[in-house]
């Protein structure tokens, strides 16, 4: 079965600094991944996705994440975090076929 | 498109109470979840259609829960009767066919229950 960690369930930077959410999966065949981002009170909403091609996937909002098939890693990274990115940041993996697996989320909060 | 609304975006409860989740659909897209999310469990996948038939309803906690799709533009999640523990926030995403297999979710705004 397929599974999706993401190391630290709140994650703390300052405006201006680097954001990097941590993603790993384990599964047995090439996977699709995913970031998504929930506001408060909304739904999820696709940042980004990789399918096959070039292991780094741009996404909107400046956000980026790259495909490490050898450290079974999917890092979302932005340059300079910005206070319109706090929000909950969920990875997610699927092997198609409509199986997606979610990973239980990351809170980003961003200082002024 | 409007996206996929959910109604209602809140309902408040009393235990034993019946629940009714309603979720439109976005035209043309041929797979529809239900997925609840709770601070302790995260977001699980409860039960989704292909073409408005149940093909996996593994994720339905107990006999108290039940889903229908009658038609492709209308889905409805049940809860009866209703305990506190089913509060929490309740999603109705969708996806469409494509041909790298790389389907997409698109998320409703949610309900949120919560059951007294």
């Known amino acids: 079965a397929q599974s999706v960690t993401q190391l630290g369930s709140h994650v703390s930077v300052s405006e201006g600094a680097l954001v990097l959410l941590r993603c790993n999966y384990s599964?047995?065949?090439?996977?699709?991944l995913f970031w998504y981002v929930q506001y408060p009170n909304q739904g999820l909403q696709l940042l980004l996705k990789?399918?096959?091609?070039?292991?780094l996937v741009k996404g909107i909002n400046g956000f980026e994440a790259e495909f490490k098939k050898s450290e079974t890693s999917f890092h979302l990274t932005k340059p300079s975090a910005h206070m319109s990115d706090a929000a909950e940041y969920f990875c997610?993996?699927?092997?198609?076929?409509?199986?997606?697996?979610f990973g239980s989320g990351t809170k980003l909060n961003v200082k002024p | 498109d409007a996206g996929v609304i959910q109604s209602p975006r809140h309902e408040v409860t009393e235990m034993g109470q019946e629940v009714t989740l309603r979720c439109k659909p976005i035209?043309?897209?041929?797979?529809l979840f239900w997925y609840r999310q709770t601070m302790m469990r995260g977001l699980e996948l409860l039960i989704y259609?292909?073409?408005?038939?149940?093909?996996?309803d593994s994720g339905m906690p107990e006999d108290r829960f039940s889903a229908k799709m009658p038609n492709a533009s209308f889905s409805t999640l049940k809860i009866q009767p209703s305990e506190p523990r089913d509060s929490a926030v309740y999603f109705c995403?969708?996806?469409?066919?494509?041909?790298?297999?790389?389907?997409?979710?698109?998320f409703g705004a949610g309900s949120r229950l919560t059951v007294l």
């Open positions: 599964s047995s065949v090439p996977p699709y």
């Open positions: 995403a969708v996806s469409a066919e494509s041909m790298s297999r790389a389907n997409v979710l698109t």
């Open positions: 990789y399918t096959t091609g070039a292991t």
């Open positions: 259609f292909n073409n408005n038939v149940p093909i996996d």
């Open positions: 997610a993996v699927s092997e198609g076929f409509n199986k997606f697996y």
């Open positions: 035209s043309g897209h041929d797979y």
